[in-house]
């Protein structure tokens, strides 16, 4: 077949305001309303992509959660044992459990993040143009 490549038209759905789904805690909510309107405003998301972003906001509800378990308990746990005469004594120390979950969480939420074009690294990245009247890069 010849002739030129017809060009590509990138149809973007037209996504209306959305509330933050019910079943996301208070911080994932916040999240949520946070940046659903920045990434409509900017075309780059569509429903395909909604997924992503309740995962997103739920990583980063779940990372403030742990983080203010870790400031109310301590990044550190002591261990005690009691000994013959009933006092307690510590004899270990370990790392709150909560600091693995926020680290996971904090970590999932940076490569969805990315994904979402929410970070500096990400937005400078170049993109597709959805304009119809570019010419091709070799005026063909």
């Not at 805690?25 to 780059?44: M, S």
């Not at 992503?52 to 203010?68: D, K």
Request: hydrophobic share 40%; net charge negative; with cysteine.
């Amino acid at each position: 077949m010849k002739g030129t490549k017809p060009h590509i038209k990138l149809e973007r759905d037209v996504l209306p305001d959305m509330a933050a789904p019910d079943f996301m805690g208070p911080d994932a909510a916040a999240e949520w309303d946070r940046v659903y309107p920045l990434l409509v405003e900017r075309k780059i998301l569509t429903r395909a992509d909604l997924g992503i972003l309740e995962n997103y906001c739920e990583a980063i509800g779940l990372a403030r959660e742990m983080g203010r378990e870790i400031r109310k308990l301590g990044a550190v746990q002591l261990i005690y044992a009691l000994d013959k005469e009933c006092n307690s004594r510590v004899i270990s120390s370990r790392k709150n459990p909560a600091c693995s979950v926020q680290a996971d969480a904090t970590n999932r939420a940076r490569l969805m993040a990315s994904e979402l074009g929410l970070t500096p690294v990400s937005r400078s990245r170049p993109t597709v143009s959805n304009e119809d009247d570019q010419d091709d890069l070799f005026n063909f």
